[in-house]
């Protein structure tokens, strides 16, 4: 009886029939100002498009780039359509590695900060300053599609993405547009860490809040608890054992799935800003 209380209160509101999210890798990739296109391909010209995209409106372009930066370069880059008001790479961390540059984890549209580098064509070349971004993992859907999960613009979430080793990602930010369709997209880093190999369904596990500054800044996006933010608990964890817990002033709480949390005790681990997480077995080091 316990332990489907606490699991009912873990699920956070969320019921069974809450929709699965499908999750698509989104690989590097670059979105061309119309100035651009010309520089690099020729006067006049205007984006091929090759093949739809999930997201309504958006293309495959035959066109590719080369980027180059002074200490690496990366090949056959996609080129996605229509073309936009300007010129962004967006990136995984292991390309940045691949480059040797260091951008900021950005939302699309988002170029505060954002790293310097070349793009090369059979037409030209183009000096793309403050263009390249580490593309921010995010969830796109319609009102509708907000209105049957339970979540609005802005809002961060929690998101299980199911594969051959299922993660969950923290923090992930909803964009909702009537012109959206529902689809979560994760970079090629992420999906290996998960071991995915094509499209993936993602699991909303909890709710969570608007940011102040609005969805769109690497402030919205809270960094990972270090290893040492971390604690561990087992058996059935009491309001005492909680605030001895909290005490410590770790702020994620790591439990096996046999564990059981009491109600009082997921009160005052919540009440503290104590995330909890249920660890199929062992113990995270």
């Known amino acids: 009886m316990i332990r489907e209380i606490v699991e009912k209160l873990l699920s956070s509101g969320l019921s069974e029939d809450t929709p699965d999210i499908p999750v698509e890798i989104s ?19 205007a984006l091929t498009a090759k093949r739809e995209l999930s997201q309504p409106g958006q ?26 008001s300007k010129t962004q790479v967006e990136l995984s961390a292991g390309d940045a590695r691949q480059l040797g540059i260091s ?26 300053r403050g263009s390249a971004i580490i593309a921010q ?15 609005r613009d ?15 990602f923290e923090g992930v930010p909803v ?21 995915l190999a094509g499209r993936a369904r993602g699991r909303l596990l909890s709710r969570g809040q608007t940011t102040s500054a609005g969805v769109g ?10 290893p040492s933010d971390w604690d561990w608990a087992e058996g059935v964890i009491t309001e005492a054992i909680a605030k001895k817990l ?24 919540a009440s503290n800003q104590v995330t909890v997480e249920r660890m199929a077995e062992g113990r995270a080091g």
């Open 103 to 128: 951008p900021p984890l950005r939302l699309s549209g988002n170029l505060t900060g954002a790293a310097d580098l070349v793009l090369v064509a059979a037409g030209g070349a183009v000096n793309a």
């Open 137 to 151: 993992n995010h969830i796109h859907m319609n009102p509708q599609e907000a209105a049957q999960l339970g979540v």
């Open 246 to 269: 909290c005490a410590t002033g770790k702020k994620r709480l790591l439990l096996p799935m046999r564990a059981i949390l009491t109600p009082l005790a997921m009160d005052i681990l």
């Open 27 to 45: 690989a590097r990739h670059v979105h061309l100002s119309q100035e651009d296109v010309a520089a690099l391909f020729g006067a006049g010209h």
């Open 59 to 84: 293309y495959l372009c035959e066109e590719r780039v080369k980027l180059v930066t002074p200490k690496g370069e990366i090949s056959s880059v996609a080129v996605l359509g229509p073309a936009r």
């Open 175 to 195: 964009r909702v547009n009537p012109g959206f369709r529902l689809a979560m997209h994760i970079d090629v880093d992420e999906a290996n860490a998960c071991l």
């Open 217 to 226: 800044t690497a402030a919205d996006i809270p960094p990972a608890p270090a």
């Open 154 to 168: 802005g809002l961060r979430v929690r998101v299980s993405v199911q594969g051959a080793r299922s993660l969950a």
